[in-house]
């Protein structure tokens, strides 16, 4: 008589079924900047339908009692509520079941040169909209997944060890590609910014971004390899000599890791995305002085070690950034960025409440652009999120969607002083704010699939991790 194997239930599957849906997230991210950033109509469908996959997979595990929520939504009812209602009001912009005073004119005129009633909507394009609408819900699903799949401390620092070993892949890759001559991106033939290091992104200032969210990872495991030697009681020679051995050989792949980055940062010639990361990662040292056994000195010879890499850096590759600040060149003129700012303020005043739709700038400004502009560029971005997204949202609507964000980051710098260890984690999701929130005044790095999806991804870990393991699970 034999007897019959154990039955499996669902919570002894619980690990193994966590693993799986963090794997794929992680893999979802890996290969978001491959197609070029996701930045393509086919592309970015397919991410959204991956991410709207993963989401539905977690809440089938969670729904049929696999697991359990672990981050209530009631501790971050206020983002969550916000991101919900400029949601709702994004579908509402496409949908033709408002009211005709909130209709866009556009489609009176269309109706009166068809001579035929149409069914107008507060979208000038509501297909775009909806588009854009679907992206924004993919990043959304990347940040929960993260939020629920990174709250054990284990797993947050394997999200953080990926999130360097992309990027460093990424710059890697774009290293050898700038050596043997940059004319290539993937298997298409460079056909811009030529001079500049791109990876596997077109526009390198949007690279400048992503390889600047890594940095702020790499730095942070760079760090931990040595920081431990920094609080011994030891002799400032011997400290010395335990940190080199560290950095040149136990912790050589992360020393790799961070150098790439650095080089590729470089490399990119971007002024602002240089800056914003440069300003991010004196954001992130700072959190390094607030911790109780790490003082301030210690800090500070943390943040040598790391500036001294990149001044090294910088004397052996900046020669493009260095022209360019130098000659204060630009691929926008401030004249034309001014005429563009200027007249996408006025075209928010034609719509300040209602917007035009999300999605919708590339086809609102062709009216709007000044006949002084140059021609030389195909103006689709307002080259400033913000300015963008009121023109589009109507400016209630982007208030509430910049306040969401802006919450997270508040939430993740709370954990700053809720934590007194692995603060890291939260701090990271303050300095990536930074970075993405100042260079989104002069570019447009958070409409790239890439870039938004790594961004939520380590927002996601980073509030996670910004309460006590004794939270876990609990809201208020």
Not at 110 to 116: C, K, V
């Amino acid at each position: 008589m034999t007897s019959e194997p154990p039955k499996t239930s669902l919570a002894s599957r619980s690990p193994a079924t966590e693993k799986i849906l963090f794997r794929a997230l992680i893999a979802v991210v890996a290969l978001a900047p491959l197609p070029l950033a996701s930045n393509r109509p086919l592309p970015a469908a397919i991410l959204a339908a991956f991410m709207g996959a993963l989401l539905i997979a977690w809440a089938a595990y969670i729904g049929f009692g696999g697991g359990k929520m672990v981050v209530s939504p009631r501790k971050l009812r206020w983002p969550l509520f916000l991101f919900g209602l400029c949601a709702i009001w994004i579908l509402l912009q496409s949908l033709p079941i408002v009211p005709a005073g909130l209709v866009d004119p556009i489609w009176h005129e269309a109706s009166r040169a068809l001579g035929e009633p149409l069914h107008g909507t507060i979208s000038v394009d509501p297909n775009a909209t909806r588009t854009a609408l679907m992206r924004l819900l993919s990043y959304a699903a990347a940040f929960w997944l993260s939020l629920q799949l990174c709250r054990q401390p284990d797993r947050a620092r394997q999200a953080l060890v990926a999130v360097v070993y992309i990027g460093a892949a990424y710059a890697i890759y774009g290293i050898i590609v700038y050596a043997l001559g940059n004319q290539q991106v993937l298997y298409f033939h460079k056909w811009a910014y030529q001079a500049a290091l791109s990876s596997t992104f077109v526009n390198r200032n949007s690279y400048a971004a992503f390889a600047g969210l890594c940095l702020l990872c790499a730095s942070v495991y760079f760090i931990n390899s040595f920081s431990h030697f920094l609080t011994t009681n030891r002799r400032p020679g011997q400290k010395a000599v335990l940190i080199i051995e560290t950095i040149f050989q136990r912790a050589i792949l992360r020393t790799i890791a961070v150098m790439s980055l650095m080089t590729a940062l470089v490399l990119t010639g971007s002024r602002a995305g240089t800056a914003s990361s440069l300003v991010a990662l004196f954001v992130l040292m700072l959190t390094f002085a607030r911790k109780r056994s790490f003082q301030l000195r210690h800090a500070l010879v943390a943040a040598a070690l790391l500036g001294g890499l990149l001044l090294i850096i910088m004397a052996a590759s900046g020669n493009l950034l260095f022209d360019r600040l130098a000659k204060d060149g630009s691929d926008l003129s401030a004249a034309d960025r001014s005429m563009v700012y200027a007249a996408t303020m006025d075209a928010i005043e034609t719509a300040p409440w209602t917007g035009t739709g999300y999605g919708t700038y590339r086809s609102v400004f062709t009216a709007y652009r000044p006949e002084t502009l140059s021609s030389k560029f195909f103006w689709d971005k307002a080259h400033n999120d913000y300015l963008e997204n009121a023109l589009e949202l109507g400016i209630p609507a982007a208030i509430m969607l910049n306040l969401s964000v802006l919450l997270l980051a508040i939430e993740a710098a709370r954990g700053l002083r809720r934590r007194r260890r692995n603060r890291t984690l939260p701090a990271i999701g303050v300095a990536a704010t930074v970075l993405v929130g100042l260079h989104s005044l002069l570019d447009f790095s958070l409409q790239i699939p890439a870039i938004s999806i790594l961004y939520a991804f380590l927002m996601g870990m980073a509030v996670s991790q910004a309460w006590p393991p004794a939270t876990q699970g609990q809201g208020r």
